[in-house]
């Protein structure tokens, strides 16, 4: 999957973000199809180069984002690092809690943090956790019309058959309106 011209630009302008910043931020990256996140996050990663970058994963099980701490090599725990979080909108309400109330510990670690969410976590994030939302250094979208991205998705072979089977359809449609014109003009002529 390529990135749209849309998805590149608001790439761009989460790397810099994360390049400039000092201390702690927070940014939201919003997808809608799991080929849209992939694609971003590798072109992402490749943008981040040399900063550190750690994937963490929230689930049900796995409900406290700073236990990315935890994980962290030692010295990494102290330096400039940019951690991906995937997962928010199937973890638990937990969550939000942790995130609303420990805000203040976030902004005050040296790491950039990347929630990749869809819409709906979007949405559901900043009922939630209100707070923790307005403190966010941005919103970046990286989502694609579901249409283009099966077209995107389809061999080329497969287009041509179905403009084919499209044009074939017309054409007997077409035919069988001008069968039905001539019988109704006999018809009249009789």
Not at 18 to 23: A, E, G, I, S
Not at 39 to 47: E, N, R, V
Request: net charge positive; proline share 5%; with cysteine.
């Amino acid at each position: 999957m390529r990135l749209t011209p849309d998805a590149k630009a608001e790439l761009k302008e989460l790397s810099v973000l994360l390049h400039n910043t000092q201390r702690a931020c927070w940014a939201f990256a919003v997808y809608n199809t799991a080929a849209a996140r992939d694609t971003a996050l590798a072109a992402l990663k490749k943008l981040l180069k040399p900063i550190p970058i750690f994937d963490f994963k929230l689930s049900s099980i796995q409900q406290n984002p700073l236990a990315y701490l935890d994980q962290l090599p030692p010295k990494a725990r102290e330096e400039k690092a940019v951690i991906i979080f995937f997962g928010i909108e199937r973890a638990d309400e937990k969550v939000f809690g942790i995130l609303e109330t420990q805000r203040e510990t976030f902004a005050d670690s040296p790491h950039s943090l990347v929630f990749w969410t869809t819409p709906r976590g979007r949405v559901k994030l900043a009922r939630k956790a209100p707070n923790f939302w307005a403190q966010r250094s941005g919103t970046f979208e990286f989502t694609v019309k579901q249409e283009d991205e099966a077209i995107k998705e389809t061999s080329p072979k497969t287009q041509t058959s179905k403009v084919s089977s499209t044009k074939r359809a017309r054409s007997h449609t077409v035919k069988l309106i001008r069968q039905r014109r001539k019988r109704k003009k006999g018809k009249r002529g009789t």
